[in-house]
């Protein structure tokens, strides 16, 4: 084993023995969430507010500053709505009816899990979803958004200055269409909504819907950078790489700044996995050892 494979073998050591001892997700407060999934797919469904429960997961997690570290899915939006947000309080409003049955989760999980069983509910991908973030009542900087100018340069600004990359930058604006063409709580009504890869199709047609939503100045942005674009053709032309795509950025989006306890499961593997780096480190140091006194020993020999 060469020095730099021992340090690398080392680091994934560490890492394992770290996972093993992070905090657990109780069993209790992970069959709570699934209940409260439960009662937000009916609430969306029934209310038809799937658009503005996605806007709210959004924009809750939207106001994380990677530089300050600061902000993030918190559940403090529910603190400040004002400006740009007012009409974020009919779905804060929505779910305090399921903040009243399952009191013990947080108002940073909520809100998150709204925003998956949103895009879920009209016809959106599944997306890895786990639980465990904590509320903060401190109200973060809302000079984060992008401002209406969008350029290819502006967007990557504000983009990457959350941690994120030129392909979320693509994925996430699938949701002007969505958000854009319903801001209030209608998600369904006479046209249904369907959460696809259409925006993508209309924007290189050049077609745009009675509500404008297709002339918003990304799409311009998208179209215009060459690494943007080669995201929208591929979008446009496979919809199932931009659900892939579109389900991991949207992951990302919900954990920003976030470090989530390990599920049971989780946990059960990394202490399992634990065990053997422990094994394997016992292995490896009785064997450094032994080879220590033999190099010692030809040593003292070649002196002789």
């Avoid at 990557?156 to 990359?165: C, E, H, I, P, Q």
């Avoid at 209030?184 to 890869?197: H, Q, T």
């Avoid at 047609?205 to 690494?227: F, V, Y």
């Avoid at 292995?283 to 010692?296: A, E, P, T």
Wanted: aromatic share 8%.
């Amino acid at each position: 084993m060469v020095l730099s494979e021992t340090f690398l073998w080392g680091d994934k050591m560490i890492k394992t023995l770290m996972a093993a001892r992070a905090p657990v997700l109780s069993e209790k407060y992970s069959k709570e969430i699934e209940n409260a999934r439960r009662d937000l797919r009916a609430l969306i469904f029934i209310k038809k507010c799937a658009p503005i429960m996605l806007s709210l997961a959004l924009h809750d997690a939207w106001t994380y500053d990677a530089n300050t570290k600061k902000g993030g899915p918190n559940g403090a939006i529910r603190n400040y709505i004002h400006g740009e947000n007012t009409g974020l309080k009919t779905a804060i409003d929505l779910c305090e009816e399921v903040k009243a049955k399952h009191p013990r989760v947080t108002y940073a999980d909520l809100y998150q899990l709204a925003g998956v069983v949103a895009i879920e509910l009209i016809g959106g991908p599944t997306i890895d979803y786990a639980a465990g973030r904590k509320d903060s009542k401190e109200s973060p900087n809302e000079g984060l958004f992008p401002d209406a100018k969008e350029d290819p340069s502006h967007l990557r600004d504000v983009f990457y200055g959350k941690g994120l990359s030129d392909k979320d930058i693509v994925t996430l604006s699938a949701t002007h269409k969505l958000v854009n063409a319903h801001p209030e709580r209608s998600g369904f009504g006479e046209k249904p909504l369907k959460f696809d890869n259409s925006y993508f199709v209309e924007l290189l047609k050049g077609d745009s819907d009675s509500d404008g939503s297709l002339k918003h100045a990304t799409g311009k942005a998208l179209l215009d950078d060459p690494n943007f674009r080669t995201y929208v053709e591929l979008y446009a032309k496979d919809e199932d790489v931009f659900l892939k795509d579109y389900a991991e950025s949207h992951k990302k989006v919900s954990e920003l700044g976030v470090t989530l306890p390990l599920s049971q499961d989780a946990s059960f593997e990394a202490r399992g996995a634990a065990n053997l780096v422990s094994s394997a480190t016992l292995v490896f140091l009785n064997f450094s050892s032994m080879l220590l006194v033999y190099i010692q020993q030809i040593n003292r020999k070649c002196k002789e």
